[in-house]
């Protein structure tokens, strides 16, 4: 479904990206990890077409969206939904509205049938009885399931999550992982991941690919993560401050 291809960029002086190169699988729930600052919000704006590589390619369903017009470019945006770190919500839009903005947007559906949509995307995330309630009412974990439910709103093939848990305490960090499990099975959508919270992504991946020093140093299912002799995957998983991967 996604192929990213020798993907490099550069800030400035800053090589963040050297060469990244990975497959996501049509249908699966696939996993960026790495440590912070490692680059995997910008690798996930290539990926949306939000930042274009210095070189390299990304291929979506058979199209490389790199050097894309952006009228090409905002058909196959269509087809993504985009959960992103901070939930970036519309503050003084209700749930509702926020979840309707998408298809009042980008859709020909009629208020009722808009309604009717939101009512379904909110069920899914079981936020049905919260929908006069605006961002600053509800909690953060409730704001997450908000923009899982927004990002549903248009049927997309793929959903891309920055971060989809962070900021939670880990109970609702579970709850968040069950929403993504269920409302992926719901839809046989192609959900791609990208987070730092390494435990909770193992539980739900298909597959994970870690990234480091600006390339994909490991990629497979998670037990093969789990089982990984390779030092820098059993640094990342234990957390020890002691290994190859320095501390800055
Ligand atoms: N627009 C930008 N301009 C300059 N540097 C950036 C920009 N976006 C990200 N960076 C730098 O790229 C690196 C990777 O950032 P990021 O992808 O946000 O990390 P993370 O893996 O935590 O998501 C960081 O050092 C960050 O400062
Ligand atoms: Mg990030």
């Known amino acids: ?17 050297r060469g990244v190169s990975f497959e996501v ?22 990926m949306i077409g939000l930042d274009e590589p210095d ?32 939930g970036a919500l519309f503050d003084s839009m209700s ?13 020909e559906l009629n208020e009722k049938e808009i309604q009717d949509v939101v009512i379904q995307k909110l069920d899914a995330v ?21 923009g899982l439910a927004r990002a549903l709103a248009l049927n997309p093939d793929i959903i891309f999550f920055d971060e989809p848990t962070s900021g939670l305490d ?13 409302t992926h099975l719901d839809g046989h959508i192609t959900y791609f991941l990208v987070s730092h919270d390494i435990s909770g992504v193992m539980a739900i991946s298909d597959e994970i690919m870690m990234i480091h020093d600006g390339q994909i140093v490991a990629c497979g299912t998670p037990e093969s993560f789990r089982t ?17 991967i320095s501390i800055d």
């Not at 729930?29 to 600052?37: F, H, K, M, Q």
């Not at 880990?170 to 709850?175: C, L, N, Q, S």
Request: proline share 4%; glycine share 12%; charged share 30%.
């Open 1 to 17: 479904m996604i192929q990213v291809d020798d993907v490099r960029k550069k800030f400035g002086e800053q090589q963040v990206l």
């Open 126 to 146: 079981g936020l049905r009885g919260h929908t006069e309630k605006y961002p600053s009412e509800i909690s953060g974990g409730m704001r997450k399931r908000v």
């Open 95 to 107: 749930v509702s509205e926020n979840v309707a903005f998408p298809l009042r947007e980008h859709s």
């Open 25 to 46: 699988k049509k249908g699966s729930i696939s996993t960026l990890i790495g440590r912070s600052g490692a680059g995997k919000s910008v690798l996930l704006r290539h």
């Open 170 to 182: 880990p109970i609702t960090r579970g709850a968040i992982y069950r929403f993504i499990e269920k």
């Open 55 to 86: 070189s390299g390619h990304i291929v979506i369903d058979g199209s490389d969206i790199v050097g894309m017009k952006t009228r090409e470019l905002n058909k196959i945006r269509r087809r993504f939904g985009v959960l992103f770190q901070d």
């Open 228 to 244: 990984s002799s390779d030092q820098v995957v059993r640094q990342f998983l234990s957390g020890s401050p002691d290994g190859p």
